[in-house]
């Protein structure tokens, strides 16, 4: 059984920096892509950063790229998003998510993503 655990999120000021943390569960944490998604109050849910299975390749949505950065430690079955520069328009609930294993590299689409955590509060105060 894979489970994803987040952790990281917060209440920072606007221009603050958080970093949020997924730790998995299970053996096979390296052979599948990661991604972050977040979810404001009355919106839908939006792509945030994605990683590959080795961490070798990763994007981002437009609106954090720049600001933000996705890495994986795959020895420590741990993913990372590093937010710096932070905006109101963060403010989400943030989730990591796991393909299945063997799929090594990412997609946009949530409905792609087999695993998920449970999320983690960002609030950006202005």
């Known amino acids: 059984q894979v489970q994803l655990v987040e952790s990281g999120g917060g209440l920072v000021q606007a221009g603050g920096s958080l970093r ?17 998604f977040r979810q404001a109050p009355g919106k839908e849910r939006e792509f945030v950063a994605a990683i590959n299975w080795n961490g070798g390749s990763t994007d981002y949505a437009d609106s954090v790229k720049g600001r933000f950065a996705i890495s994986r430690d795959n020895a420590k079955n741990t993913m990372s998003l590093q937010m710096n520069s ?41």
């Open 86 to 126: 932070l905006k109101p328009e963060d403010t989400a609930v943030y989730y990591c998510a796991r393909r299945r294993p063997g799929q090594w590299v990412y997609s946009y689409t949530a409905e792609h993503y087999d695993y998920w955590g449970q999320g983690t509060q960002v609030t950006v105060s202005s």
């Open 20 to 36: 949020l943390s997924c730790t998995a569960s299970g053996r096979t944490f390296s052979n599948s892509a990661m991604v972050w």
